[in-house]
């Protein structure tokens, strides 16, 4: 159905994500939120709920307690979902990298669609990288430009 | 057979009607909180998005119980197009509520049914003031009957100005709206993560937006009824309800369940009874 | 068949199988003798429906009337010697007030011999043959539940010696009893059906001879003897009143009357008053609560078609004969019930409470209806009369068979049953479903009562209350019921034959009513309406119910319609509820998951309900019900209750006695 793969790109749900992050990221994905960059434009909502989420935002390094709640979170999900790594951070570990608690980047759990690096990142980036990840999928259901 | 088509037409177009108004609601939301919004037509690219998702539930049995709620919801709306009576579409009107809140108990998830046992206050707090809304039209054209109101040369809000007030409560039950957007809530976050919604999911959930946008239409076409001729005042008692209860959202923090109730009741039902019991008075006078 | 033998059969088979049961102590032979009565009085009951009616039949030998006699003073002593025997104080002064007055009027002042020229003794009339169908089939189908029930039941308790033939005598014979009450038109006889509905109702509560058992048994011997002297007095008064003569003492000529004759006016309150007690209404619904330590075939058969029936039946009955203010009074009292009930069942976290309450609340809806006194609202009750039969009929059998199962009766135990027994579950849903889902019977019933209760706004304002409420109590129940985990796999439960037959037959019964509801109005209620009404006042308000057919047949000229219930356009969402869910199969569930636990549960399997707590262990998930027994519990709202429906009735009397004297 061609009107439904059409929609899938115009209306992108987040489930945000913190694992063990400093929060700086975190602000930055609110912010998203505010007036001054307005998501809610491109369709974005922000949800507290996976099974309503079409994309994951996640913040921040996996920790081994967390990595088990972001396997649970991404399994219930349904598809088709995307994940985009916000942050230094949840792309590698950041200043983390090599705790004793820490896995590394979120990519040591989920298979990740879009890095947004940054420390914290700006939340222009976040939105261009939740664009970039309709784009991904755009071109999965076949509607690309 | 006119009624068939007449019954057909609603059912195509009311939902719409209720997902531009919901793209309005959206739209005048955003304004007012200072953002530039979302497309008129984003509730459609939602809801066409929602059917493409994978069908994941937790309970097998759920997606009847969302079916009851819609086919509930679709049975009271060709009531009231076609004129029937008013009791019977409040009847329906509360078992598609029930059928909700059933799709809520059937999955054993905690969030799901702290959302349906607030449905089920809400539909306590509700459904009453309903009911005496038809009682009240009944008082005032002498039956129950819609096309009865139609035919009167006086609009009800004349007479029914307390129940018209009692009833923009209901309608901000009804479109979950702060301060009663209780059981469950179309913004984003709320506390009890989605309430009755958390285990919709997908299809599921585009049903459920599908059932509401005919809940919507509804209730602002039983809101219309206070003023039925001719057809343009209608339209617009409906629009001026709709704009007043987004302003109400923007302006109110949500309450507790039982603070709920509790002003349904205390309000609602006092109204409705002071408004009956001066018709009932007036007939026995005259 | 004859009218004698038809007769004999209904009021005396149950009494001679009943005797037949009780002597026989092999399990499958007594069985037998309860299936054959019970197909004996099923299609004995249907043969009414051939005969001309209204019809009168009165006994040739005076034999009957002096056999009535000696058991209605034995039955009374038998009362006295209850109250001594287990020191309740209540029972024997009540007992008293019988025996006392009814000794003195029939011996001292010597009426007996003009008693027993009361004519006729039985008047049937459609409104009879319905109570009579009502009686037959459900309360035999209960009988035929009752014959495995038992078994278990007392397998269950580990009984040493077998009292089951001693039960179903009890219960066999109360179906006979009902028979004739409502056939009676001689209000001695009507006297004489009441106590022995009173007496069986009294031996099946205490059957099971706990402490609790015997006191709740006593506590509805004292409260329907109260009802029995008020009896007695209304036909006291009637005959001293009438300075002897006996053309009054029996229903028929009470109806004729129409309301008009201010001397009537208190024996028919007293009368009602007997009724409402029958019927549990406020402030009498104690002894129906307490009726619930009974085993379940016990409160089925109380609830559905016998005793509290009989109480409505009374009222119904007696509804032209209401003066206006009566019947206003009446019509309050009602509605006052059925709104106090149903809150309070919201409270109730034992599944038989909530069912007895909302018997207590729809019963206070038919009394409502009677009190109303119009035809729509008349034909409100005697549907809500057959509706209720069948779906409390049916529910308290699914309670029952629910409690063989889990061995309980709290509904917090009963949480999930949708995964343990799907089977009865799905039987129960549609029970439920029954009481309050369009397009079943009690909610046309509801719906047509409303409609008529505009004329008494106060009574259309609780109604509304109460029926919202009654919304509420269903589905946070069956929303218990049907919380599941997605599990694979599951298996329907085995019911035995005694069980599964009697459930499917009234889950076809609800249907098959549900959907035949306008045959079932003309061919039944309009002629009852048409015998209760048609004898007293005549109102003008017609109505256009069901069908052209029924509404053209019914409405008068100059009528003012109510409105109609279009059942058609219900029956095609009906249907297509039903065939949609199949059509769209397609969005039958692709996977199961669990459910949403902040990302904290166990695994990613369906089966699970653990979640891992903040100390890093496992948990079981827990969920319970809301009560609200703060706000609605008995507790916080028994005085209320108690306070205004006795101030209703002490208003009742009071008008009754100002317009009397």
């Given at each position: 159905m061609g009107i439904i793969r059409a929609s899938q790109i115009k209306s992108p749900w987040i489930l945000h994500f913190d694992?063990?992050?400093?929060?700086g990221c975190d602000i930055e994905v609110l912010a998203c939120l505010t007036p001054l960059y307005d998501v809610e434009r491109f369709g974005m909502v922000n949800m507290g709920n996976p099974k309503h989420a079409d994309v994951l935002v996640v913040t921040g390094p996996v920790n081994y307690r967390t990595a088990r709640v972001l396997k649970n979170l991404y399994s219930q999900v349904p598809d088709p979902k995307m994940v985009i790594a916000v942050g230094t951070c949840a792309c590698s570990?950041?200043?983390?990298?090599?705790?004793?608690?820490i896995l590394g980047g979120v990519d040591k759990v989920l298979p990740v669609d879009v890095y947004v690096p940054g420390c914290a990142a700006r939340p222009e980036a976040i939105i261009d990288g939740v664009v970039l990840a309709l784009q991904k999928l755009a071109k999965a259901v076949g509607v690309a430009k | 057979m006119n009624q068939v088509w007449i019954a057909i037409v609603a059912i195509i177009v009311a939902p719409l009607i209720g997902g531009l108004l919901a793209g309005i609601d959206r739209k005048i939301t955003a304004r007012l909180q200072g953002r530039y919004g979302p497309p008129l037509i984003q509730p459609f690219y939602d809801f066409f998005k929602l059917l493409g998702k994978t069908r994941i539930a937790t309970s097998r049995t759920q997606f009847i119980w969302l079916y009851g709620y819609l086919i509930f919801m679709i049975a009271a709306l060709v009531m009231l197009v076609l004129k029937q009576d008013l009791l019977l579409l409040v009847f329906l009107l509360g078992f598609a509520g029930i059928s909700f809140v059933l799709a809520g108990f059937s999955c054993k998830s905690p969030y799901s049914h702290f959302g349906a046992n607030r449905e089920l206050l809400q539909i306590l707090a509700y459904e009453p003031v309903l009911l005496l809304m038809a009682l009240g039209v009944f008082a005032t054209?002498?039956?129950?009957?819609?096309s009865e109101i139609f035919e009167?040369?006086?609009?009800l809000l004349a007479k029914l100005w307390p129940i018209f007030i009692a009833l923009l409560v209901v309608l901000t039950i009804k479109m979950r709206k702060s301060p009663f957007d209780i059981s469950t809530s179309h913004h984003g976050h709320q506390e009890l993560v989605k309430g009755i919604m958390t285990e919709i999911s997908g299809p599921y959930y585009a049903l459920v937006t599908l059932t509401e946008w005919y809940e919507l239409v509804l209730v602002l076409g039983l809101i219309a009824l206070f003023w039925a001729n001719p057809l343009w005042v209608e339209i617009l008692i409906a629009l001026a309800a709709f704009v007043l209860e987004l302003i109400i959202d923007n302006i109110n923090a949500r309450m507790t369940a039982g603070w709920m109730v509790r002003f349904t009741w205390a309000v609602g039902l006092v109204l409705c009874i002071l408004n009956i019991a001066y018709l009932y008075f007036m007939k026995g006078v005259s | 068949m004859t009218l004698e033998w038809m007769l004999a059969i209904a009021i005396l088979l149950p009494l001679i199988a009943g005797i037949l049961v009780f002597i026989i102590r092999q399990y499958q032979l007594r069985g037998l003798i309860v299936i054959l009565t019970a197909a004996v009085l099923i299609v004995n009951s249907i043969y009414f429906l051939k005969i001309g009616l209204p019809v009168e039949y009165t006994p040739e030998s005076h034999m009957w009337g002096t056999i009535i006699t000696i058991l209605d003073y034995a039955m009374l002593l038998f009362y006295i010697y209850v109250g001594l025997s287990l020191k309740n104080w209540l029972v024997f002064i009540f007992a008293l007030t019988q025996i006392v007055p009814l000794a003195w009027w029939e011996f001292g002042m010597g009426a007996s011999k003009a008693l027993e020229e009361i004519k006729p003794a039985f008047v049937i009339d459609q409104l009879s043959v319905v109570m009579v169908l009502v009686i037959s089939i459900i309360g035999s189908l209960i009988c035929v539940y009752a014959i495995r029930y038992m078994f278990d039941h007392e397998h269950h308790l580990n009984l040493e010696k077998s009292r089951q033939s001693r039960f179903l005598f009890w219960l066999v014979m109360f179906l006979g009893a009902m028979n004739g009450l409502v056939m009676a038109n001689n209000l001695m006889w009507l006297y004489f059906f009441w106590e022995v509905t009173t007496l069986c109702c009294f031996q099946l509560i205490a059957h099971d001879l706990t402490k609790e058992a015997i006191n709740n048994g006593a506590r509805a011997l004292w409260m329907n003897s109260i009802g029995g002297t008020a009896m007695v007095l209304a036909m006291i008064y009637l005959y001293q009143t009438y300075g002897?003569?006996?053309?009054?003492?029996t229903v028929s000529t009470i109806i004729q009357s129409g309301g008009a004759e201010v001397l009537l006016l208190l024996p028919v309150a007293l009368l009602c008053f007997t009724g409402m007690i029958k019927a549990a209404q406020m402030p009498f619904q104690t002894w129906l609560l307490g009726a619930m330590v009974a085993p379940t075939p016990v409160s089925a058969l109380l609830h559905s078609s016998t005793m509290v029936k009989a109480g409505v039946y009374l009222v119904l009955r007696l509804a032209p004969a209401f003066n206006p203010l009566l019947g206003i009074m009446v019509a309050i009292c009602g509605a006052f019930t059925f709104f106090a009930a149903s809150v309070l069942a919201i409270?109730?976290?034992?599944g038989k409470r909530v069912l007895a309450y909302s018997t207590i609340a729809n019963l206070g809806l038919i009394i409502a209806c009677a009190g109303i006194n119009t035809e729509l609202s008349i034909a409100a009750g005697i549907l809500l009369i057959i509706f209720h039969a069948i779906s409390k009929g049916l529910l308290f059998l699914c309670a029952g068979t629910i409690e063989h199962l889990i061995w309980s009766r709290e509904i917090e135990d009963m949480e999930g049953l949708a995964e343990k027994a799907p089977l009865t579950t799905f039987i129960t849903a549609i029970g439920m479903l029954s009481m309050f889902l369009p397009p079943f019977g009690m909610l046309l019933g509801k719906w047509m009562a409303l409609e008529a209760a505009y004329l008494i706004p106060l009574a259309a304002f609780l109604f509304i209350l109460a029926s919202a409420a009654t919304m509420v109590f269903w589905a946070k129940w069956l929303g218990r019921l049907l919380q599941v985990l997605p599990r694979l796999g599951r298996k329907l439960e085995s019911l035995s034959l005694s069980y599964s037959v009697p459930l499917w037959v009234l889950v076809l019964g609800i249907f098959v009513f549900g959907i035949g509801v306008a045959p079932v109005y003309e061919k039944f209620v309009q002629f009852a309406v048409n015998n209760v009404i048609a004898i007293g006042n005549v109102f003008t308000e017609g109505w256009n119910i069901v069908l052209p057919g029924g509404a053209a047949a019914f409405s008068r000229v100059g009528v003012e319609l109510l409105g109609s219930y279009p059942v058609w356009p219900l029956f095609i969402v009906f249907a297509v509820a039903i065939v949609m869910p199949l059509l769209v199969i397609g969005l039958k569930p692709q996977e199961l998951r669990p459910v949403y636990l902040c990302g904290e549960q166990v695994g990613d399997s369906t089966d699970t309900d653990e979640w891992i707590s903040a100390g890093d262990e496992k948990a079981k998930l827990q969920l319970g019900g809301y009560y609200f027994k703060d706000a609605l519990g008995e507790k916080a709202l028994d005085p209320w209750v108690y306070t205004v429906a006795i101030a209703l009735l002490v208003i009742m009397f009071g008008i009754v006695l100002g317009v009397g004297l």
């Open positions: 694992n063990s992050s400093c929060n570990g950041g200043v983390f990298h090599n705790c004793y608690n | 054209n002498g039956s129950f009957m819609i009167s040369s006086t609009p | 002897g003569d006996v053309e009054y003492l409270s109730q976290t034992t």
